[in-house]
Structures are given as C-alpha cells and as structure tokens.
C-alpha cells in the first residue's frame, strides 16, 4: 500500500525567510508525487508534479521540490517566503488513477 | 464552466436528516473523484468515476454514503441518517483520463468544497 508523511504538521517562519516542507512516501511500485496548496476557505491547487526526468521540480510561485529515491522523499523548498504564501499544503503519491495525500502541513508566514 | 463547482459551499443539517452534495466537473474531464476532509484526517479519498466504468467506491465510509454520476458529468454525493462525525469539507475533483493506469501525469483540479456541518 501507498502512504504520505508529512513530517511537521505546522510550520511558522518569518516573511522572507526560505523554507522547506517534509515529505516522506512508501509505495511498492512507480511514484508520481506532488504537491497541493490549500489557501484559506479555498479547494487544492496543484503546485508541482514530479513524473519522471529531472529530479529537482519547479512549481509556482516560486516554489520547488526534489526527488530522492534513495531517501524516499519529496521536500518542498521556497528559498524567501511571502505573508501570501500562508496556507495548508500538502504531498500526494499517485500510483494509479487516485492521489494519496499526506496529513498536510500548515505554513505560516510572520511578518 | 472554467473550473470545478461545488454545491452547496455550506449546508448545516441535523443529524439523522439525507444530504446531497453536487459536483460540476469541469468539462470533457472523464475522471471525477470525491474525497472528505476532516480536522486531523487529512484528505480521504471516497470514490471514483471514470466515464462508463464501474466506479471505484472502496473509500465510501459506510453503507450511508453513495454517490452516482449521470450522464458522465454531474455527480451527487447523498449521505443519509447524517452523523456528527460526518461533519467535513466534501471536496470534488475531475481530470482527464483514458483509465487503464494511463493518466498517473494528468492533473486532478479540485473544487472548493462543500462545507457540511451536522449539528
């Protein structure tokens, strides 16, 4: 069976500060992996998607991930974060026609 | 439409009363999907469609959930005898798929819930 972790379920930085967001996946055969951005009273939007290739995956809004079989992660990195950038995200697998999700984990971002 | 839309975006019910949740996929998208939110659980997958096969219901909580899709576009998610613990933001996504494990790349664009409270 396929899981998510999510390691922290909040995070809390300074505006302007980089950031990192922990993913950790068990699965038994090919990861697709990506992440979600919930905002406020909002549905998921998609921020990045990792299928194959490259294993560092820009998204928007300036944010990346990268790709670490060995490790079995997908961490989510922004290198200086916006007040805008608060809100809930959230790592999925996708091993066949359904996501996965993690917990999720809140980020928010200080002035 | 140009996204996924949800209806209603709020709905208090008392418990033990039938609810209907709507999904509006976003248009030529074959694959619907339904998962619940809930404080501490994260996103739970219920079900989902993909255009005449047989849906995918292993994730409905119980027999008091059900969910149909007709005409391959609009889908209601029915919950009867609500519950407390069936309090939750209801959340409808669809994509574009041809099935057979081909669409893993696709993406699933998600609505912006339906917020039921059972009370």
């Known amino acids: 069976a396929q899981s998510v972790t999510q390691l922290d379920s909040q995070v809390p930085v300074f505006e302007e500060a980089p950031v990192e967001l922990r993913c950790n996946y068990s699965s038994s055969v090919s990861v697709y992996l990506f992440w979600y951005v919930q905002y406020p009273n909002q549905g998921l939007q998609l921020l990045l998607k990792?299928?194959?290739?490259?294993?560092l995956v820009k998204g928007i809004n300036g944010f990346e991930a990268e790709f670490n079989k060995s490790q079995t992660s997908f961490h989510l990195r922004k290198p200086s974060v916006h007040i805008s950038d608060t809100a809930e995200y959230f790592c999925?697998?996708?091993?066949?026609?359904?996501?996965?999700f993690g917990k999720g984990t809140k980020l928010t971002v200080n002035p | 439409g140009a996204g996924v839309s949800q209806s209603p975006s709020n709905k208090v019910t008392e418990k033990g009363k039938d609810v209907e949740l709507r999904c509006d996929p976003i248009?030529?998208?074959?694959?619907l999907y339904w998962y619940r939110q809930s404080l501490g659980q994260g996103l739970e997958f219920l079900i989902y469609?993909?255009?005449?096969?047989?849906?995918?219901k292993s994730g409905l909580p119980s027999d008091r959930f059900s969910a149909e899709r007709t005409g391959g576009s609009v889908s209601t998610l029915t919950i009867q005898r609500t519950q407390q613990e069936d309090s939750a933001v209801y959340l409808c996504a669809s994509s574009l798929a041809k099935g057979a494990g081909r669409d893993v790349g696709n993406t699933i664009y998600f609505g912006e819930g339906s917020w039921l409270t059972v009370v």
């Open positions: 999925a697998v996708r091993p066949a026609e359904k996501l996965v």
């Open positions: 990792y299928l194959s290739g490259s294993t």
């Open positions: 469609f993909q255009g005449n096969s047989a849906p995918d």
């Open positions: 248009s030529g998208h074959t694959a």
